[in-house]
């Protein structure tokens, strides 16, 4: 099967989340928190408020739906979807301890198949999950419909992502990396606002406007915390690692930790990327 193939892509990035849960939900302030001004733009874009229904897809653990339930209140709901059973799992316990029983998480199997009713949310959101799809166009079409005529979508996509390309350089000084197709599901696939406005454009929004967000990633943090988040945080980072013999582990950490101290000689790391929100209309 070809790397797009849906399914196999589904069952990639499952592995890739189910493997990462751990290590995200352990370490979810750290690394949902320093980028809340995606979720706050998220929020905008989308234009909820007090009272709304809201699609939140490719939940993860849990943001920004949490943050939406607060914002709708008791007279709105969260509805927040993922592939990853461990995720939705974490997103669940999370709700229970903040005491929002209008927020509610399932399991999918198809990100193209939501299992919830036409024309039955105000708004969808998906934080930084339209980009590992393999048919970003039918999935968004798919939560279109989901929508009321007048409903608004808003979703983000990373343009540049220093942390990644800072940790896979890292570990290239080690072994050797397979070559990787930038178009291909992943975390730069719509790295362009004309890539993401076009996918809502062929999948019948209209209103379409992408802004850029530049924000921390895992802010204020010392090497090693800094590099242990990362790596056991991150999906396509977190399998990649457990492949390799835990000698070879520890050296690129080693390394890792070195460069970030040259990197950051304040003792302080601080890495930013750059976020796409890309925010429509269903025209109905």
């Not at 461990?86 to 509610?104: H, K």
């Not at 606002?193 to 921390?216: H, M």
Request: glycine residues 10%.
């Amino acid at each position: 099967m070809q790397q797009s193939d849906p399914d196999t892509v589904r069952a990639r990035q499952r592995a890739q989340w189910s493997a990462a849960a751990p290590g995200w939900l352990a370490d979810r302030d750290e690394v949902a928190g320093p980028t809340r001004a995606v979720t706050d733009a998220l929020l905008a874009g989308a234009r909820i408020a007090e009272g709304n229904a809201v699609l939140d897809v490719a939940c993860g653990g849990g943001d920004p739906a949490l943050t939406i339930a607060r914002v709708v209140g008791p007279a709105g709901r969260v509805v927040g979807l993922d592939l990853t059973p461990a995720m939705v799992e974490g997103a669940r316990a999370a709700a229970r301890g903040a005491g929002l029983p209008n927020a509610e998480f399932r399991a999918i199997d198809d990100e193209c198949i939501p299992g919830v009713a036409d024309a039955s949310f105000d708004a969808v959101t998906s934080r930084f999950g339209l980009m590992f799809m393999a048919n970003p166009v039918a999935a968004a079409d798919a939560w279109r419909k989901a929508l009321r005529p007048g409903g608004r979508i808003a979703v983000s996509t990373w343009e540049a992502f220093a942390p990644i390309s800072f940790v896979l350089a890292i570990i290239g000084r080690h072994v050797e990396l397979p070559p990787t197709d930038p178009d291909a599901p992943g975390i730069l696939a719509l790295r362009t606002p004309e890539k993401l406005g076009a996918v809502l454009r062929d999948a019948g929004y209209a209103e379409i406007t992408v802004a850029r967000v530049r924000t921390p990633v895992f802010e204020s943090a010392e090497p090693e915390r800094w590099w242990d988040v990362m790596t056991r945080s991150a999906g396509p980072l977190v399998l990649l690692f457990a492949s390799l013999p835990e000698s070879k582990q520890a050296a690129i950490r080693a390394d890792g930790i070195g460069a970030l101290r040259e990197r950051h000689p304040s003792g302080i790391v601080e890495e930013f990327g750059d976020a796409l929100i890309g925010s429509a209309t269903n025209p109905g």
